[in-house]
């Protein structure tokens, strides 16, 4: 049974140094040449499509200088440098394009999708007659107006209240209390706006609602435009002349 | 004779809905007929004779943008969408 231990010891003594040579080494690549491990950046460079991804690429490319430096010398070093640089930037450049074609993409998507979304409003919106629908677009320009003399008012005000924060002085006493005051006063009035803004908006659609859900269901200019009734054709002068005759 | 009757519908059923969620597939004249089929597409949502005629329109609209997501992307479906984009004019 001693035998046997005694005979285990050495293999667990090179367990145990292998087990510490590769925690010493950490996450350290293995480096060759210069020219073979940078073609190992340049082939990973074609799939980088995320940010995370080329992140992932500058760190490993990053180890591998670390372990020429560490391994070899700063000259090595440097010719894998030299190597990646201008495929890392162009990784950085391609993901960049990527990124912002993806962007574009899905603002137009999002685009369509509400101009669709809209066109199908247009279609459940139900239709009364022409008669009926012209009194609700006049409610509907009537809050239009009401909206908008608000907006005025509360352009109004905010001119008022840029006066009134331009006046104060920084000597005044209560300037900060003054400033403050404004501040909140300011900050008010523009969610204000920004709601009144959005009614109106809103409004506004309404309005489009009805045009565009006449011409599509029924093929009808709305509101109906009213021709001006034929001028009634002046023959007195002819007749005048006739009888003159 | 009723099992077989019941697992032949269960097959039509399943063959029916898996050939659903085929959806569009591209042929390689995709990419040439990337202007006429956009403004098709757009044309027949926004010529509509009926709702029902716009619904199937809208979900043939969505469709043809996955497909061209999916089978090309890049350049391609941006292309594409912004030719639906230009078309959805109302």
Redesign the interface.
Known sequence: MKTNIKSIIPALAAVAAGVALCTACGSEVKITKPSIDAQIIIDRSRTVETEAELRDLERLANEYELAYRRHINGAAAERFKELTADVLADAANVMQQYQQQQQTDQELRAEIDDKLAFLDRVWQLELTTPEQDSRKLEQIAAEAAEAESQLAALAAERTRITEALDAVGYDDDNADELLERYGNQMDEVDRRYAEVTADLEEIMTRVSLYRLAYKLQRGEVFPPVTEPEPEPENNESETCDEDCM | MKRVVILLTAAALSMACSRDKEGIVLDEFAVGEMYDNAATLCEE??C?GS?EE??SA?ER??EY?EAY?TQLG??V??EF??I??EG?T?
């Open positions: 949502a926004i509509a709702y716009f619904k809208r609209l969505t943008c997501r890049g350049d479906y941006t969408l912004e639906c984009n959805l109302f």
